[in-house]
């Protein structure tokens, strides 16, 4: 079905960038129709035991206690200097059994964390296929096929399971794309299946193949941190200036500091008590300011198309208060998006700065605001 032959390396399999020659409407089945994404890349972890529980919380940074069977967390862990390794979601499949899943490998970060409990975890990633079925059409579409496994009523970060095609998938509200959206985690043998069976019912529903690309733009509109570009994990950076804490990429409200003792806990606290050096922030493009720049060498502005990776300088005046990491044109919002990561004495929403476009070779400075994100945040996301 890749009839772009565009390809990209994610955890050392091969990821369809884009499976048309354009990306376009693939993104536009994510906010308009229902988007099909391959995510079986991913890393996966079956965690189980007696103290199954306790392990993982002695990981993350979320209170992973509080986490009740048929519920998903979201959740960062960090190093024992309260510099993120990496984050992902919990799920919680039985008293005694959890689910953990990432884009780098933690197996041995876990298994070391757990040294003395009576738990085990276990890789699954090749194990378990995963599909992210997203979009304002997904729950129409999967309610065709599941009639009985209540989506209706399935809560925004919550999990079910139920059967396609006579096989069983568990279903899990979540997503990479700040829509509507779940994603199916079942054996790789029903994974061909459960693909063909969601395009024939999706041809009603608008469903589309959709790759990297689509993706990489979606989850900005979101404001979603991808690891490798928005920040890095401390386990493979080679300065210290490369690390970054939660609390300086905006997820203070995933670190607790009353759930008992974790790795990084007391680095997290005192950095909590003295206040970050950093933090994250949305910047939006002055759009007259970005079309007056192209036109004064007579050319129409030219950002829309796929999102970026390269990060850029982002200015205050004449100093340089950080950089901007992701940024794209948005189709949905019209407008020229970034996340940034800056000094936190600039960190303020309404913010006026600068950040860094090249044009015809010449390095130019647009003037942009700080907002808080996410920028595109539906109700039915949650709804």
Not at 14 to 40: F, Q
Not at 151 to 165: A, N
Request: with cysteine; proline share 4%.
């Amino acid at each position: 079905m890749c009839h772009s032959h565009e390809w990209r390396e994610w955890a050392g399999w091969l990821a369809a960038s884009t499976y048309e020659h354009s990306h376009e409407r693939e993104y536009y089945a994510i906010r308009n129709g229902v988007a099909l994404i391959d995510v079986s890349p991913l890393f996966k972890y079956e965690v189980r035991g007696p103290d199954a529980v306790r392990l993982v919380n002695r990981v993350m940074t979320r209170d992973i206690g509080k986490c009740q069977v048929g519920r998903v967390m979201y959740t960062p862990w960090c190093d024992d200097d309260g510099k993120m390794i990496e984050d992902g979601t919990v799920a919680r499949l039985a008293d005694d059994h959890l689910r953990v899943t990432a884009a780098e490998r933690s197996l041995r970060w876990f298994e070391d964390c757990g040294y003395g409990l009576d738990a085990s975890v276990d890789e699954v990633t090749e194990e378990l296929a995963a599909l992210a079925v997203q979009g304002p059409n997904s729950r129409a579409l999967l309610q065709e096929l599941m009639p009985h496994a209540g989506l209706d009523k399935l809560s925004y970060f919550r999990l079910t399971k139920g059967k396609i095609d006579g096989f069983e998938v568990t279903v899990t509200r979540t997503g990479y794309t700040g829509d509507l959206g779940y994603e199916l985690w079942t054996p790789i043998a029903n994974a061909p299946q459960l693909w063909d069976s969601l395009m024939d019912k999706g041809n009603g529903y608008g469903a589309t193949p959709t790759g990297i690309v689509a993706l990489d733009i979606a989850r900005i509109e979101a404001g979603l941190l991808l690891i490798d570009v928005d920040f890095f994990s401390s386990h493979k950076t080679l300065i210290e200036a490369q690390k970054s804490s939660p609390l300086e990429l905006g997820l203070g409200w995933a670190v607790r500091f009353d759930k008992g003792d974790y790795v990084g806990r007391q680095a997290l606290l005192d950095e909590e008590e003295r206040g970050s050096e950093w933090a994250l922030m949305g910047v939006e493009v002055d759009w007259v300011h970005l079309e007056r720049l192209f036109d004064e060498v007579d050319l129409p502005p030219r950002v829309a198309g796929r999102a970026s990776r390269s990060a850029v300088p982002l200015y205050k005046e004449r100093e340089q208060i950080g950089q901007v990491t992701s940024h794209t044109f948005s189709p949905i919002l019209k407008k020229y998006i970034g996340l940034a990561s800056l000094r936190s004495l600039y960190a303020r929403p309404g913010n006026q700065v600068e950040m860094e476009v090249t044009i015809e070779y010449s390095r130019q400075r647009a003037r942009a605001t700080l907002v808080k994100p996410p920028f595109f945040d539906p109700r039915r996301k949650k709804e």
